[in-house]
């Protein structure tokens, strides 16, 4: 249902136009509401903070996919990212359902890599090197899908009992890999 409301979102704001500037302000609004959600995670009244923020992550994807969609083939484009996208996410949580495997052991390793991929994005920002941005892209996919397995085991295996945590863990693997 959160995907359903975020994609729901990003096409209100595609239709709206929304600018740039007004999508930054969204997803920075939305970084605090992950904090708001994770204190109201225990509560009822935290699946509607995870409904506002999930709404808000996706109507801060207004201006970009615009952007990919006025491009030749764009919508293709569109297509492809979010066909790839549920396959690996589909492909990856069908596997630890079926073979209940316990990925936990990974979650420092994926944490560093992590780390290593935002110092790389940061230092990318003053060089602009086209083959490192793609090289960390591909990095970022790597390490979001290492993000699926490991939280999808610890939601199968119950390292992770809390519902709503599942859910905003799962749904930023997926929004980043998106």
């Known amino acids: ?4 409301v975020s994609a729901i979102a990003a096409a209100t704001t ?3 136009q929304i600018s740039q500037g007004t999508a930054m302000i969204m997803m920075l609004v939305s970084f605090g509401l992950i904090f708001v959600v994770n204190r109201k995670a225990d509560k009822a009244s935290g699946i509607i903070w995870i409904f506002a923020f999930t709404g808000l992550m ?9 952007y990919y969609a006025a491009m030749p083939n764009g919508g293709s484009l569109i297509m492809q990212a979010l ?3 549920a396959f690996i996410f589909l ?15 990974m979650g420092g390793f994926l944490f ?12 990318n ?7 490192l941005s793609m090289a960390l892209s591909a990095a970022i996919i790597v390490i979001m899908s290492g993000f699926i397995l490991f939280d999808t085991s610890r939601i199968i295996n119950g390292g992770e009992t809390n519902y709503i945590r599942a859910t905003v863990s799962l749904y930023l693997n997926i929004y980043n890999i998106l």
């Open 83 to 85: 066909g790839g996208t």
């Open 1 to 4: 249902m959160t995907l359903l």
């Open 125 to 131: 920002w003053f060089f602009q090197i086209p083959a």
């Open 112 to 123: 560093v890599g992590l780390l290593v991929a935002i110092a790389v994005m940061i230092a």
């Open 14 to 16: 595609m239709a709206m």
């Open 91 to 105: 492909s990856l949580s069908g596997y630890v359902l079926t073979t209940k495997k316990d990925f936990s052991f």
């Open 58 to 66: 996706g109507a801060s994807l207004g201006p970009m996919l615009n």
